[in-house]
């Protein structure tokens, strides 16, 4: 049970109500750039996980959450964000409601990157922290969670 308690779940299931939201409840409309700007932002999103996903591969440590990592990773992407897999998931998600055209829809992005920092960006944190204590504190002081 625990593989249901993972971002990509997470992801995939707020696309799934944002479809919904969007079936159900389709006006405002949010017009017709949302046509080219929704792939971009997915595209975005899909992009910053692959780089962070090859970087953790580099080093040797986890990608899954909710296990300790061998290896505190600062290179790549991690300069710019200490979650640039989490920051590709809501890019990913907000280019999907985008794409769906509705409005309402969009209300999710705020909860789910909620979701995401409670559920699983606070607790690795804290692994973190306790693992690799005043380097992750050096780091964290000059990288900024999101963006």
């Known amino acids: 049970m625990k593989w249901i308690d993972t971002p990509p779940v997470w992801l995939a299931a707020f696309c799934a109500m944002g479809w919904g939201l969007a079936v159900l409840l389709p006006e405002p409309p949010l017009g017709p750039w949302s046509v080219p700007v929704g792939p971009v932002l997915v595209a975005a999103g899909?992009?910053?996980?692959?780089?962070?996903?090859?970087?953790?591969?580099?080093?040797?440590?986890?990608?899954?959450?909710?296990?300790?990592?061998?290896?505190?990773?600062?290179?790549?992407?991690?300069?710019?964000?200490?979650?640039?897999?989490?920051?590709?998931?809501?890019?990913?998600?907000?280019?999907?409601?985008?794409?769906?055209?509705?409005?309402?829809?969009?209300?999710?992005?705020?909860?789910?990157?909620?979701?995401?920092?409670?559920?699983?960006?606070?607790?690795?944190e804290r692994r973190l922290r306790a693992s690799f204590g005043p380097a992750w504190e050096r780091w964290a002081e000059r990288t900024r969670r999101w963006i």
Request: glycine share 6%.
């Open 46 to 124: 899909l992009v910053l996980m692959f780089a962070a996903v090859v970087e953790l591969r580099r080093h040797r440590t986890t990608v899954v959450p909710h296990r300790e990592a061998r290896a505190l990773v600062t290179t790549g992407i991690y300069r710019f964000s200490r979650n640039p897999i989490y920051l590709g998931d809501v890019l990913f998600l907000a280019g999907f409601l985008v794409w769906l055209g509705a409005a309402l829809p969009l209300l999710l992005i705020p909860v789910f990157a909620w979701v995401l920092q409670r559920r699983f960006i606070i607790p690795e």
